[in-house]
């Protein structure tokens, strides 16, 4: 999960510290900013289904909660890293403040692998992971979800057990559940259809018409496949490329995404798709498309290939796809980024509703979810373009000052 050569937390911590800089900051606030508040390290141990005990390591934590409580998934990992979790702690932190709703950011994980395991061991070991830390979250406090190789099952399993502990239900300590406890509609796409409506907003700006605007996306998970679906559906646009581990597929007629998922869920992957050319991981980075989607892994944009970029529009719906160095590549050939924090905050601005509906114990309609969603999307993003053309500075500089200074301004007024 941690690439050798870069790590995430350095990365997170020189992005803040640039926008420090240009925001000039006082010393007091950087320092207190560039460091997570608090981190639990936690071993948990959990009887395996030959009856052994076996310990896990794990970790939650809590990068800032001077505007709300904190807010962050759990991720079940072979390769999970404290520093990891405190680069994406970190993350969080900027992404609740760009979308402007009122929580901290948090991050947590425990090492292991969640594919070698059986539901039972996945059932306590999520609820040890919970006693653990039962008395440092809560929906004033921390509110976990979701994140890689987590899934509802194991929120409603998590939410249970933070349940049985207070001796009632408590819906409001953890968001991506499953609807029929407390989860809110509209959350299973969340991500990508924030993450449309951010490339939307950008077409606007650069006058590119969506319409059958072509567009390749790497990976073809959540976030991914719904890209693809949602581009097509509300933007209009041509999905000609997309990928996932064990290679691609190009169609430069397009595709239709629903079908593409089909194949997938029968055969396992999206590769010998009828009708399409097979394409390299490496090569649909770097296709002649109006929207690049990465939406799988971290660190796949780099100042080796960043000059080969074609496309207009990249739409990081992934964490961390670009490397800092690319960045600078990217924005000197007028590669318009939608920057990560700002892309993929559809999710977590869903999981901040369901966490509303919870405390209020009043549900909406999906509608209500989509619209609420449009709009904090289409706000974040003129707030973001509006700080690049003022600063003259790239769209993940300018979104790191949006955040960074509210979050500064919130620690200011209550006197931190
Ligand atoms: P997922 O596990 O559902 O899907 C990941 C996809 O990436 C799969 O199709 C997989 O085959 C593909 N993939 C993995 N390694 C690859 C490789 N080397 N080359 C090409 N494809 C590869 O995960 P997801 O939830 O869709 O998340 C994808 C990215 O989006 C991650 O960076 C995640 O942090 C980010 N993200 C997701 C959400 C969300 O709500 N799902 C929210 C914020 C950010």
């Known amino acids: 999960m941690q690439n050798k050569r870069l790590n995430p937390f350095k990365i997170a911590q020189a992005q803040l510290d640039e926008s420090v800089k240009k925001l000039g900051l006082a010393p ?9 508040m608090r981190e639990y390290r936690l071993t948990i141990l959990v009887k395996m289904d030959n009856g052994r005990i076996k310990r896990f ?28 979790v405190r680069a994406l702690s970190a993350w969080m932190t900027w992404k609740t403040a760009l979308v402007d709703i009122p929580l901290g ?22 609820r040890g992971y919970i006693r653990k830390i039962f008395k440092y979250i809560g929906p004033e406090r921390d509110i976990p979800a979701p994140d890689v190789y987590t899934t509802p099952q194991m929120m409603a399993w998590m939410m249970d057990e933070y349940s049985k502990l207070k001796g009632y239900y408590c819906p409001g300590v953890i968001t991506g559940k499953p609807v029929e406890i407390g989860g809110s509609l509209g959350r299973g796409d969340a991500t990508a259809r ?12 650069l006058r590119l018409n969506t319409k059958n605007a072509t567009v390749a996306i790497q990976g073809y998970g959540n976030a991914g496949s719904y890209a693809a679906i949602l581009s097509r559906e509300i933007l209009g646009c041509k999905v000609v490329a997309v990928s996932d581990t064990k290679g691609g597929i190009y169609n430069p007629d397009g595709f239709d995404p629903h079908s593409v998922l089909q194949h997938k869920k029968k055969t396992g992957s999206v590769i010998n798709f009828p009708g399409a050319k097979s394409i390299t991981n490496k090569d649909i980075l770097e296709l002649d498309v109006d929207i690049l989607c990465p939406a799988a892994l971290e660190y796949v944009i780099t100042k080796q290939n960043a000059p080969k970029v074609k496309a207009k529009i990249i739409a990081e719906l992934a964490n961390g796809p670009t490397t800092p160095d690319a960045d600078k590549i990217l924005y000197n050939n ?15 601005t869903v999981s901040y509703f369901e966490w509303v509906q919870n405390l209020s114990n009043f549900y909406w309609e999906l509608e209500e979810v989509h619209q609420r969603l449009d709009k904090k999307m289409t706000r974040a993003f003129k707030d973001t373009l509006n700080m690049c053309l003022k600063g003259k500075v790239n769209m993940r500089v300018a979104a790191y000052m949006v955040a960074v200074s509210r979050v500064a301004r919130a620690m200011e007024l209550r006197g931190w």
């Open 105 to 126: 950011g948090a991050k947590g994980g425990v090492i292991c692998n969640p594919k070698t395991m059986s539901g039972g061991e996945l059932e306590r070991l999520s």
């Open 194 to 205: 924030g993450g449309i409506y951010t490339v939307r907003e950008a077409a606007r700006h």
């Open 28 to 36: 007091r606030i950087h320092r207190l900013l560039r460091k997570p």
């Open 57 to 84: 390591k794990g970790f939650r934590i809590q990068y800032n909660d001077a505007r709300g409580p904190c807010k962050g998934g759990i991720r079940f990992h072979p390769e999970e890293t404290i520093d990891t």
């Open 334 to 348: 007028k590669v318009f980024v939608i920057p990560d924090f700002l892309c993929n905050a559809g999710g977590v």
